[in-house]
């Protein structure tokens, strides 16, 4: 076998570039942020999906003080679109955080286990769609494809 796999990004040094759709994206992730529910790392993290029919879900990092039951704010958005939008594709996804778990100046890169589920919608829906990272201090990651994030990802 010989795979191989060109990584695609986008880099902009403040998200104030971004053309206005998407600046209302990052805006809902923010405000998905600020309601996160994480008492234990005081980490909060904020996803907004903007689904191809232009609704917009958001999601925010829930924990538990048992720690493996919370869930992660991609994974919260990007299911409860699956949940109640199954046949509408999604179109892209923005995530932001707030917390000195990362350097202010790091992407919000998101985990493997998310990373996975992205992988999936893009394999449910048969489309790849955009992820657009924030950084503390505002600057901007953007993937055309959840591919990109997890090369080699476990599947079909
Ligand atoms: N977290 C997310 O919600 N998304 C990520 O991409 C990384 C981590 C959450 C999980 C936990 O509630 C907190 O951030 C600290 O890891």
Not at 143 to 149: I, K, P, Q, V
Request: proline share 4%; aromatic share 10%.
């Amino acid at each position: 076998m010989n795979y191989r796999h060109t990584i695609e990004y986008t880099l902009l040094d403040n998200w104030k570039e971004l053309n206005e759709s998407d600046r209302v994206l990052v805006d809902k992730a923010f405000e998905a942020c600020s309601r996160a529910y994480a008492p234990y790392s005081k980490f909060q993290v904020g996803a907004a999906v903007l689904l191809e029919n232009g609704l917009i879900i958001e999601g925010n990092n829930q924990e538990n003080v048992a720690y493996p039951s919370g869930l992660c704010a991609e994974r919260v958005a990007l299911f409860y679109a699956g949940a109640n939008y199954p046949n509408v594709k999604v179109d892209t996804i923005c995530i932001v955080a707030k917390g000195d778990l990362l350097p202010k100046e790091n992407l919000l890169t998101p985990c493997g286990g998310c990373r996975q589920v992205m992988i999936e919608t893009e394999n449910r829906q048969l489309t790849a769609f955009r992820t657009i990272l924030i950084s503390q201090n505002n600057r901007v990651l953007i993937f055309n494809s959840a591919l990109d994030l997890l090369p080699f990802a476990f599947g079909k």
